[in-house]
């Protein structure tokens, strides 16, 4: 991990669940997330990790791949079936199996560990702006997305049996709600703003995760395969070489 920089910058009132268990590494994120203003509580392993989570309710996980006793993927899974809480996966190779597995559980993001100090407290915030993320009503009828309910109120799209509510953050299929995390949310919504455009995985990188593009898009692509399950494959269409589109 490295050196924090010396001006943290301002503070912060959430609460952040940490599951390491080497204990160096433990402290010193611990450290350095309350010197940027996190409320910050940790466990050494994952059952002690679980126990934390259902007693504590924190704002966002920080979880290691290999834990004892619960591995970080079975902590995410777990916690997965109690909370849509932002997840962010630690792995100390960024083995592919590692990365596919963490997000495939549920995992919202992921860092290979040594992390820069800056790097993780961007990827956190980013976490969290995603979680609390209200869109501007305007841009919910942007591009003709969807029909409007109610005379032509833009904060309700249709395509087909899914509604999307953008005022209440609600979505529907056929008149039952679906569960989605803050990342399918908001990636959901990138998409049906632009009904069949077309939206490159490092668009969608920026824009969903506010990452800059290094290369990598298996966080993009699993969150697709995520979003399809609870949407309906048809409706998110792949452009190979390009990207992905909501099919209008």
């Known amino acids: 991990m490295a050196s924090p920089p010396a001006t943290p910058g301002s503070a912060t009132e959430a609460h952040l669940l940490l599951v390491e268990d080497d204990e160096v590494i433990r402290n010193t994120v611990r450290m350095l997330l309350e010197r940027y203003g996190f409320t910050v509580s940790a466990a050494a392993d994952g059952m002690s990790g679980l126990e934390m989570f ?33 997840i962010l996966m630690m792995s100390a190779r960024g083995d592919a199996l590692d ?84 990342t399918e949310l908001r990636m959901l919504l990138e998409f049906a703003a632009s009904p069949g455009v077309v939206l490159e995985r490092r668009t969608l990188l920026s824009r969903v995760w506010d990452h800059a593009w290094h290369g990598d898009t298996r966080v993009v692509d699993l969150h697709v395969q995520r979003l399809r399950a609870k949407i309906g494959a048809e409706r998110i269409e792949t452009v190979r070489g390009f990207g992905y589109k909501l099919r209008r």
């Open 99 to 182: 990365v596919v597995s963490g997000l495939e559980a549920g995992a919202d993001d992921y860092v290979v560990k040594p992390v820069e100090s800056a790097v993780l407290v961007a990827r956190i915030r980013s976490l969290l702006r995603r979680a609390s993320f209200t869109p501007a009503h305007s841009r919910a009828g942007a591009n003709g997305a969807g029909s409007g309910a109610g005379g032509g109120d833009t904060t309700m799209m249709t395509f087909g049996d899914l509604t999307i509510d953008t005022r209440g953050m609600e979505v529907h299929r056929a008149g039952q709600p679906l569960a989605l995390t803050p």
């Open 54 to 86: 259902r007693e504590r309710r924190p704002d966002l996980l920080l979880l290691d791949v290999m834990l004892p006793e619960l591995d970080g993927i079975g902590l995410c899974r777990r916690i997965r079936e109690l909370s849509l809480a932002p």
